[in-house]
Each structure stands twice: as structure tokens, then as C-alpha cells.
């Protein structure tokens, strides 16, 4: 067959530039080993995963309702039926991409696609031959995937991997019931994040984990009759072997750059897998564009779906580019960590002068009638122009704050900006305001002396 522009996979890259090539009067075809459009995100990522961490804030917000008068029995948890409303949910989100496939007259072709040369596909389909690799392990060892299939509720669970994967599922599992053990090697969780907005996040997690093992790595796991008896060496390791009944491998997720016959073609694939790309994603081969995780990091749906309208324009004949200055990122674990532009961290590493400005939720309004004071609003300035380079918001809900700071970033606006900008009180969303407040020394609930 045909087209004029076909897509291979269908993430929240592929299937946003398919249907904004059909939008712009393209012939396209898509394809994905899924049934439906979807990817990793709707299958087995962001939207499985976010419907089990509602189920596991319901039950910690019965749980902690105590604490203003509110008490609620024991819950009881039908895990099958969970599990059924998270696969519904999948459906929902999947079946109405493929609706929407169908109305925009994108052909979608479940199965595997090669490259036979830089402007011909082959697929290999339900109908035809297919080539499996699979490698034997024990089902009693999970990864993010089959994490999100809930097997069971284990008693206990050891999470390998402190990042944020390892700990939105942990949070899962703990709210239902297990007795979760987080490992990391680094010296802290989520690496990569400012630590003044990971600590908070850490804090929390002590309360829900049976124990958390920092500088600490696994030399080996048995499987035997009473489970899997894992040993650990670090700073903080026991010196005999523990035994758990799952363990949660979740140490990140690769790019799926190795597509058969892209060798024959001019597109690069550099040493960390991902797939070398220029500002309007086109590779060395002029007839190909790649998106997504994999055209390098941050490996987020909401990157690959702007890089996707820009590289379909660009093939349009306009002359779009994917040049952001900021791309948000959020930690749905509880409380949430979100964060965007530049971070304190990177700006050590850069040896890039900035101006902090913080504002703890404990001085927030809104923060104490949730009974959530655990948060903490972050701004990084420069101290030069006092423009806003990055925002970081640690709290419930950070997720949902974190685009102002975006859109801030974006602007080029300034801490004056923010500070005169009217927030609604009381709101969580007034801590940006306030934090540049505090920038400026006017705070009238943090005291810090006034700016010269």
C-alpha cells in the first residue's frame, strides 16, 4: 500500500502526529503492536498507574481523616474488581483514540514494523510470520508493566529502585496492604530532583514504608518455597538475606530505537539508544523523523506529543521547530513533586547564578484546611534580570500547579510578575504569588528582609 506519511508506534507521539497530519490533509498510516492507539502511556504507563494512586489517596485521605474528627471502618479491598475499573479505564482511553483513528480515516495496522529501506516499511502482522525473544525469569519478579496488572496484594514487596516509578507503584502497593521496602543506590530518592523538594517527598514515604534503604544495591534474589530471599549490599544493608513475596524491578524505562532494517537507512542511534534528531526531529535520512522517548530526553508523553505537531509540520512544509524552554515534569507520588526549567541542581552543575525563593505550605492557608502542610513552592530567578528560570512545587496537587510556572518560564515574565499577578484566596495555587513575595522581602507570612 501506499501513503504519504506513515507512523511507527503509536504513543502520545505517534498517534498526535497521525492525527495532526490527517488534520492537515496528509494520507497516513499508523502502526503499533497495541490493538488501539495508546503506547506505553495508556497500556502500560501513565494512565493505568494514575488510576491505582487515586485508589491509593482515597484510602490514605479515609485513613488520615482522623485527624479532624471524620473516622471511617477498616476499608476492604476486592482487588479484582480494582483491577477491573483500571482496565476499564485503559478502555476508555484507548478505544476512544481508536474512534477517533477511524474519523480522521487513518489506517491503523496492529503488528511490528521494519525498515527495508529509508521510504519502505514492512509489518509484520497477527496474519503473517512473527519472531518472538522471551527470557526466563520468575513471575514472583515484577517490572512497571506487570506491576500494574495487580497479580496480587504481597505481603511484602521489595521495590528496586527509588526513582519515580519505584515509588508511585510502591505507594500502590502500600495503600493496599503491603509491606513495601524501597532500595536506591544513590544517597537519596528520586535522583535528579532538587533534594529540598525530594526530602518532603521522602518524609511521607517513611510513613507508608516498612523501611527504606538508601546506598544500597541487590547482589542477588533465590527463589524458593518461602518466596525470594534477597541479599543486599550498601551502607545501609541488613547483613543477612531478606525474603519477600514480589519484587518490583523498576529502574526506568529504554527507548525502543532498536527498529529492525534502521541500519539500511542514514538515521544515527547513539550510544544511549536514542535515535539522533535535528530541531524539527528530522534524522540523518531526510525521509525520517523520530519522536518521542525515542529522540532522547525527557522521555514524557507531553514532549513527544509537541515534538510530534512539530515534526509534522515540518513535513507539511512549515518551518516549525521544538526549541522549549521549559518541559514540566511531576512525581505522582503523595504528596506530588513537580517540577520545570531549571532546577537548583542543574544549576550548580552549570555553575549558572540563580536567586531562590521559597514558600512553605505551612504558612499557606488552604494547605492547613486540607491538613496537608507538607509542601513547599520554589522559585529560581536570576538574580540579574529576575527572570523566572525554573519552578519547582512539592504538595498535593503540585502536578495540577506546576503549568503557571511553565507558562511563566515560556513568557520570559518576571518575579515582579508573578508577585502582582492576583491568585485567588484561599488557593494552593496563591504559594507562586507568595513565593515571589518572598523574593522581594514582602511576604506578609514568610518574614525575610526586604530586597535592596
Known amino acids: 500500500m501506499n501513503t504519504r506519511l506513515a507512523v511507527i508506534g503509536a504513543g502520545p507521539g505517534g498517534y498526535v502526529a497521525a492525527f495532526h497530519a490527517a488534520d492537515l490533509g496528509m494520507q497516513v498510516t499508523l502502526i503499533d503492536a497495541d490493538p488501539n492507539p495508546g503506547g506505553v502511556c495508556a497500556f502500560r504507563g501513565c494512565i493505568p498507574s494514575k488510576a491505582l494512586l487515586h485508589a491509593a489517596r482515597v484510602l490514605d485521605e479515609a485513613k488520615h481523616a482522623t485527624a479532624f474528627g471524620v473516622s471511617f471502618a477498616k476499608p476492604s479491598i476486592d482487588v479484582d474488581k480494582l483491577r477491573a475499573w483500571k482496565d476499564q479505564v485503559v478502555k476508555k482511553q ?53 506491576a500494574l496488572e495487580l497479580p496480587d496484594v504481597p505481603n511484602r514487596l521489595l521495590v528496586v529502585g527509588g526513582g519515580y516509578i519505584g515509588l508511585e507503584l510502591g505507594t500502590v502497593y502500600a495503600a493496599l496492604g503491603s509491606k513495601v521496602t524501597v532500595v536506591e543506590m544513590t544517597d537519596g530518592l528520586l535522583p535528579g530532583a532538587d533534594r529540598d523538594l525530594a526530602t518532603i517527598v521522602a518524609k511521607r514515604m517513611e510513613t507508608y514504608a516498612e523501611a527504606i534503604l538508601l546506598e544500597t544495591k541487590v547482589t542477588s534474589v533465590k527463589d524458593d518455597e518461602k518466596g525470594l530471599a534477597v541479599s543486599l549490599e550498601g551502607k545501609n544493608a541488613p547483613s543477612a538475606a531478606h525474603v519477600f513475596d514480589r519484587v518490583l524491578v523498576a529502574v526506568g524505562r529504554r527507548p525502543n530505537s532498536a527498529i529492525a532494517g534502521l541500519d539500511t537507512t542514514k538515521a544515527k542511534v547513539n550510544q544511549r539508544g536514542f535515535i539522533e534528531v535535528d530541531g524539527q526531529r528530522r534524522t540523518a535520512e531526510p525521509s525520517i523523523f523520530a519522536i518521542g522517548d525515542v529522540a532522547g530526553d525527557p522521555m514524557l508523553a507531553h514532549k513527544a506529543s509537541h515534538e ?145
Open 94 to 146: 484507548t478505544g476512544g483514540l481508536g474512534l477517533l483513528a477511524k474519523s480522521r480515516k487513518v489506517t491503523y495496522i496492529q503488528g511490528r514494523a521494519s525498515f527495508v529501506n529509508a521510504k519502505t516499511l514492512s509489518v509484520e502482522t497477527a496474519g503473517g510470520e512473527q519472531k518472538v525473544e522471551a527470557d526466563y525469569g520468575s513471575p514472583k519478579v515484577l517490572d512497571s508493566t506487570t
Open 308 to 452: 510530534a505537531r512539530v515534526a509534522v509540520e515540518a513535513i507539511h512544509g512549515k518551518s516549525s521547530i521544538f526549541k522549549p524552554r521549559a518541559i514540566p515534569a511531576v512525581v505522582f507520588t503523595d504528596p506530588e513533586l513537580a517540577w520545570t526549567g531549571l532546577t537548583e541542581t542543574d544549576a550548580k552543575k552549570q555553575n549558572i547564578p540563580i536567586a531562590i525563593a521559597k514558600y512553605p505550605w505551612a504558612a499557606s492557608g488552604r494547605a492547613t484546611t486540607l491538613d496537608r502542610p507538607d509542601g513547599l513552592t520554589k522559585l529560581i530567578i536570576d538574580p540579574e534580570t529576575e527572570r523566572v528560570l525554573g519552578v519547582g512545587i512539592v504538595g498535593v496537587g503540585a502536578g495540577e500547579l506546576i503549568s503557571e510556572g511553565t507558562l511563566a518560564i515560556e513568557m520570559g515574565a518576571l518575579a515582579s510578575d508573578l508577585k502582582l499577578t492576583i491568585h485567588p484566596h484561599p488557593t494552593l495555587s496563591e504559594t507562586v504569588m507568595e513565593a515571589a513575595d518572598v523574593f522581594f522581602g514582602e511576604s506578609a507570612h514568610v518574614y525575610k528582609p526586604k530586597k535592596t
